[in-house]
């Protein structure tokens, strides 16, 4: 999807470049200029495409959250990429709809929703730091600390670890559980290394392939354990984030709706 919006940024700027790039009071003059204009066949209909996109994009996901509308056929993490993905496109086109020119009340819409585009980024971030079931309700910290507790249990079974290396990887991954608790991310990360050269340690005896998938387990590991250390802390700050990305999406909403009023009404 990210491919997509680079691939329209791409050819909207280069088929329209020699436009954009005049002055304003020099773009009449252009030999395309009812073309990309906003009131233009390509501006108005990028417009139109764009506002269609967010409001599409919006409902649809706000329908399967709170009011679980095809909630059989909609899965709820997959919905959110396809939201972010339309709302980022959308904001794109409208971006091209105004060529370039802001003004008046257009300008507050325009920077309401660069404002909401800017924080949705923020909320993706905080949403994956969030360890979550296949439908992408949020686990509590039991949940994913009994994740973690499954994912080792499944890398002694499976990875032919003898009970001796398996209760000294264990000791390893406790003590780093513990030790990290208070450290920074990149002393996190420093100390994540130093247990991998231990835990390898006690491995020369396994074949490369069980090496292979016992280290690979044990990374997943690694990420459920900071999850675990930081879920309260991400948690909060997704609540908190809701109290900015939401009144910015109401004012954009607003003044769009007033914008194709006006529209509508004087041309």
Request: glycine letters at 6%.
């Amino acid at each position: 999807m990210t491919s997509i919006v680079i691939a329209a940024i791409a050819y909207l700027s280069y088929t329209g470049y020699t436009y954009y790039n005049l002055p304003l009071e020099e773009r009449f003059y252009h030999e395309h200029h009812d073309w990309f204009k906003p009131s233009g066949d390509l501006g108005h209909g990028l417009g139109i495409t764009g506002t269609l996109m967010i409001a599409f994009g919006v409902g649809i996901y706000i329908a399967r959250k709170r009011y679980r509308f095809m909630s059989k056929y909609l899965r709820l993490k997959y919905l959110l990429e396809f939201h972010i993905f339309l709302c980022v496109l959308g904001p794109v086109f409208i971006l091209f709809h105004t060529a370039f020119k802001f003004g008046g009340i257009v300008s507050i819409a325009f920077w309401s929703m660069v404002a909401v585009v800017l924080s949705g980024v923020i909320g993706r971030f905080l949403y994956i730091q969030i360890p979550r079931t296949i439908e992408g309700q949020a686990l509590s910290l039991d949940e994913v600390a009994k994740m973690r507790e499954e994912l080792l249990n499944t890398m002694i079974v499976s990875s032919k670890v003898d009970k001796n290396t398996a209760q000294l990887i264990m000791q390893e991954l406790s003590r780093r559980a513990t030790d990290q608790k208070n450290l920074s991310y990149w002393e996190s990360k420093r100390k994540d290394k130093e247990i991998i050269k231990v835990i390898k340690g006690h491995l020369k005896k396994n074949t490369n392939s069980e090496r292979y998938q016992i280290l690979r387990t044990i990374k997943k590991e690694r990420t459920l354990s900071n999850k675990i250390r930081r879920l309260n802390t991400m948690k909060r700050l997704f609540k908190y984030w809701h109290v900015a990305h939401l009144p910015f999406a109401l004012i954009m909403l607003v003044i769009v709706i007033i914008h194709i009023a006006v529209t509508l009404a004087f041309g």
